[in-house]
């Protein structure tokens, strides 16, 4: 399936990443080539298989609703880039 | 001494021939020597490995050892390491240290096991050449013009070249076992789900599995011992019956059925590789093994396949770097979005990029059913040919490789080029079963695997036939002259 940049920048834009735009047609060439070596699986017809979520079709281990971990609030925000009274700072969202 | 097996450092340390504060420096030495060059390591813990070393030297000494106790080893630095840099290859966690261990880092700590430190590695383990390492590509230690595969190029090279004596890495579609036949190692993937990949970055969550790089059979045995097993912590981490995986080594081959993947030996395949193959089943047959040929109908789809699983699993795991709680942040935001897509941007190099638009494609709205549905589907086809194969046969033999390792640069032109260079491994990822490459020859001076596959939970009779082999080949044993 081939794609055009408008696509590719859409696509960009929900993975919430930028393109620069001297790049955008190779970009936009690359992932097309990887789109049709993908559309290979279209060879065969699998109406009848039931998907595989897990190899061993193993389901989530449940554990008893307990609280384990300990607060270490301070100690994982020492690697944040901003921090302030233990919040995590980001650019203004509401003026 | 560097070049020698973890059971033999082992055991001489046991005899005192040597301290593990002697032999970690002198590993250290020879890293400091050669890594510029090799750029197998992109972290090296000489402080905290000496430390450890010194530790490990009374508990030795008190009676306390394990295998592991003292033996330097590295880890790929997808690992967390509690206050050690993690960069996982990319620029996005280049000031990231790691507030916690991984599930294998700590258990080989317990073990004994001195970290000397961390190995390059394709950015994100997106890549099967090294060359998306944000840190520079690593160098082939048979060869410094060619790759030492990938993902876990860094431990593949770091082991060929003794710059430790084991070390661990990651296989997603074949990022232990392409590497290790690159570099003339032994490498194991394990089942899915056997070995924690909690404090593991998270690549394909469905695929990713954590496992050795070895210079023999019988050291991927040890680390097996020593990082398999359930984790709490990791919610996929399977309840299976430990097991010693050293204690079916010895066993004879005799009665042993191989099956050959008809559609991995044609007219694809290097011929010169065939020929080595073809010599490797010779001393299996010699050994008691029997040969029948298998077939492996929808492996040519593994490859597609994959590259719908492994970026849709990607793109929502690579979510997570925001730039807000930890790693590469942009400077001076304009806003929210702004922050989010150029920390982004700047974070992550082009593959990784990739790989995330191609994910984000394929579970965008109206796409799943074509696309993650569809691969899904594919990969339970992929899983029923493996079991319908070893209803007949016990271990499935082929290339890891289609050819030995290539010049750096050669396979960059277009993505899908080297996509295809894991036609061999990827499919076992996507059945979950275990896979291990070791030695099998040499073409023109360079170091060519070979692959063995078995069904779920077959890993110690993986390490039988391939420590059998090893008893009766010297190919494990051949060592670059790395200057």
């Known amino acids: ?95 | 001494m560097l070049s020698k097996t973890v059971a033999e450092l082992s055991a001489a340390l046991d005899r005192k021939d040597v301290s593990s504060v002697e032999l970690t420096q002198a590993y250290l030495d020879r890293i400091e020597k050669l890594n510029p060059d090799l750029n197998a390591y992109i972290t090296v813990c000489k402080e905290q490995a000496l430390k450890q070393a010194a530790d490990a030297d009374k508990q030795r000494a008190a009676g306390n050892g394990t295998p592991f106790t003292g033996i330097p080893i590295a880890h790929k630095d997808i690992f967390c390491t509690r206050d050690v840099l993690t960069t996982c290859g990319s620029r996005m966690l280049h000031n990231f240290v790691s507030p916690y261990d991984a599930s294998v880092v700590e258990r080989l700590q317990q073990a004994g096991a001195v970290t000397l430190g961390k190995t390059n590695m394709d950015e994100f383990a997106m890549g099967s050449s090294n060359e998306t390492s944000y840190y520079g590509p690593v160098r082939n230690p048979w060869d410094s013009s060619r790759v030492p595969g990938g993902s876990s190029g860094g431990s593949a090279a770091a082991v060929a070249a003794d710059l430790c004596a084991i070390a661990t890495g990651t296989d997603t579609g074949g990022s232990i076992r392409q590497p290790a036949s690159f570099c003339g190692i032994t490498g194991l993937k394990p089942t899915y789900g056997r070995v924690s990949r909690f404090g593991m970055i998270a690549f394909a969550s469905s695929l990713d599995q954590a496992g050795p790089l070895s210079k023999s059979a019988e050291d991927a045995a040890l680390m097996m011992n020593a990082i398999a097993g359930l984790d709490s912590r990791d919610s996929t981490s399977l309840d299976h019956p430990a097991e010693d995986f050293t204690a079916h080594l010895q066993q004879s081959l005799k009665g042993l059925r191989i099956g050959l993947p008809r559609d991995h030996f044609t007219a694809d395949l290097n011929p010169a590789v065939q020929t080595i193959l073809q010599d490797a089943i010779k001393v299996l047959e010699s050994l008691g093994a029997s040969v029948t040929e298998v077939d492996l109908p929808h492996n040519h789809l593994s490859v597609p396949a994959y590259y719908v699983v492994a970026p849709a699993e990607a793109s929502a795991n690579l979510s997570r770097y925001d730039g807000v709680r930890f790693g590469h942040r942009a400077e001076n935001p304009a806003n929210l979005e702004d922050l989010y897509k150029r920390s982004r941007s700047e974070g992550f190099g082009d593959e990784v990029k990739r790989r995330i638009m191609v994910g984000t494609y394929a579970l965008s709205a109206g796409y799943y059913d074509a696309y993650y549905k569809k691969a899904q589907k594919i990969r339970r086809l992929i899983k029923q040919d493996f079991d319908e194969a070893f209803k007949s046969v016990d271990v499935i033999l082929g290339p890891t490789s289609p050819h030995t390792a290539f010049k750096l640069g050669e396979k960059n032109a277009d993505p899908v080029t080297m996509y295809l260079e894991d036609i061999y491994t990827i499919a076992v990822n996507l059945a979950g079963i275990p896979g291990m490459s070791l030695p099998a020859g040499m073409l023109q001076g360079l170091p060519i695997g070979m692959q063995l596959v078995g069904p779920a939970f077959s890993e110690a009779r993986l390490l039988n036939v391939a420590h059998q082999f090893q008893l009766n080949t010297d190919w494990h044993q051949r060592r670059p002259e790395v200057k």
């Open chain 1, 1 to 95: 399936m081939a794609l055009d940049n408008t696509d590719v920048e859409k696509i960009a834009h929900l993975a919430r990443l930028q393109i620069k735009q001297p790049d955008i047609d190779e970009v936009t060439s690359r992932i097309s080539n990887i789109l049709t070596m993908i559309d290979q699986m279209q060879s065969i017809d699998t109406s009848a298989v039931t998907p595989m979520a897990h190899p061993f079709d193993a389901t989530q281990r449940l554990r008893p609703d307990q609280v384990t971990e300990t607060n270490q609030r301070d100690r994982l925000q020492q690697i944040a880039p901003a921090t302030e009274n233990g919040l995590y700072l980001v650019p203004k969202v509401i003026e």
